[in-house]
Nanobody, 115 residues
Framework: VQLQAFGGGLVQVGGSLRLSCAAS???????AGWYRQAPGKQRELVAL???????AYADSVKGRFTISRDNAKKTLYLQMNSLKPEDTAVYYC???????????WGHGTLVTVSS
């Protein structure tokens, strides 16, 4: 399965963006997640969604970000609201069978939040 993430860009503080991750094959059996890596920092997990639709979030984004999926469209989403400068990072999508998926990765999309 190949993943392609898109939707990043430059946004002002308090703004919103929606990231998408399109898959080349069926994703209904996969758990999925969004990760991010800020300059000089390690990659961190942002949000997870199981193949049953259960979700989990990092404390830093809880209440502001929403992960969702559309299996029919083979697409994973991340709605990001109330963006902060510390949300600036390259965002990656990942899918796989593990609870914390890491088998298939997208190339990443850059989100820059300006103050």
């Amino acid at each position: 399965v190949q993943l392609q993430a898109f939707g990043g860009g430059l946004v002002q503080v308090g703004g919103s963006l929606r990231l998408s991750c399109a898959a080349s094959g069926n994703i209904f059996s996969f758990n999925a997640g969004w990760y991010r890596q800020a300059p000089g920092k390690q990659r961190e997990l942002v949000a997870l969604i199981s193949n049953q639709g259960s979700t989990a979030y990092a404390d830093s984004v809880k209440g502001r970000f929403t992960i969702s999926r559309d299996n029919a469209k083979k697409t994973l989403y991340l709605q990001m609201n109330s963006l902060k400068p510390e949300d600036t990072a390259v965002y990656y999508c990942a899918m796989g069978a593990l609870v914390v998926p890491n088998t298939y990765w997208g190339h990443g999309t850059l989100v820059t939040v300006s103050s």
